[in-house]
């Protein structure tokens, strides 16, 4: 049974043009997360919700926006993609702080 | 910002063989967490270690947090092809307050089991 579901798991755009990735959760969590990774590296922290409290990290580029319209729902936008932006891009939800669930990722593609 | 550094970066090992990933902190730990991921997946959590001293098993693999909290090891006993994967530390941001379950995460330990 997924927990954490995220659409598409791949994603293809071109330079520029907006993109939207979608995370959704089973569980009710109150804590949503948005992490990039890329290629050999470690997962890097966006921007997380607490309930509909948004908060960005300090060096989150103003190309990435996100939205949650709800408890379940959470997007991710990409403004204007650049080729710097393909990554894997990884959801992760919590009401604890002892464990982050994560979902699958979706693969972004920047062509 | 606090620091992560896990050791080795890479690993191959026989089946069979028992092997050791570390994760170095820059700053006091206030909760260690491990997980597993699998190339182009999403991260699997292992284990979270809180207590200076604490040690947690599941299974074949043993997270230990030394006294200090600067430092945890994760150990694997007779490993087999089903272990390889990504294995990356996560340490909460801070003790409490906004940080909402924030972790920052080493680079992550590439191991590979050869049948």
């Known amino acids: 049974d997924a927990m954490v579901i995220q659409n598409p798991r791949y994603q293809v755009t071109q330079f520029g043009k907006p993109v939207t990735l979608s995370c959704s959760q089973t569980?009710?969590?109150?804590?949503m997360y948005w992490y990039q990774q890329k290629s050999s590296q470690a997962p890097k922290l966006l921007f997380h919700?607490?309930?509909?409290?948004?908060?960005n990290e300090a060096d989150t580029p103003d190309n990435f926006q996100s939205r949650r319209p709800n408890t379940s729902f959470c997007f991710l936008d990409i403004r204007s993609p650049g080729l710097g932006d393909a990554a894997m891009y990884l959801c992760?939800?919590?009401?604890?702080?002892?464990?982050?669930?994560f979902g699958p990722g979706t693969r972004l593609t920047v062509l | 910002s606090q620091e992560l550094e896990q050791s080795p970066q890479s690993l191959i090992v026989q089946e069979g063989k028992n092997l050791t990933i570390n994760c170095t902190s820059s700053?006091?730990?206030?909760?260690l967490y491990w997980y597993k991921q699998k190339y182009g997946e999403g991260l699997i959590f292992l284990m979270m270690?809180?207590?200076?001293?604490e040690e947690k098993s599941h299974e074949k693999i043993t997270a230990k947090l030394d006294e200090k909290k600067q430092q945890s090891s994760l150990h694997i006993t007779a490993s087999q092809p089903s272990h390889a994967g990504i294995y990356l530390c996560?340490?909460?941001?801070?003790?409490?307050?906004?940080?909402?379950?924030?972790?920052?995460f080493g680079q992550g330990t590439i191991l590979t089991v050869h049948p």
């Open positions: 992760a939800t919590t009401d604890n702080y002892n464990e982050q669930f």
């Open positions: 700053k006091t730990l206030y909760g």
């Open positions: 996560g340490a909460a941001v801070n003790a409490g307050g906004t940080s909402y379950g924030k972790l920052t």
């Open positions: 919700y607490y309930d509909k409290d948004f908060n």
């Open positions: 270690l809180q207590k200076g001293g």
């Open positions: 569980l009710n969590h109150n804590v």
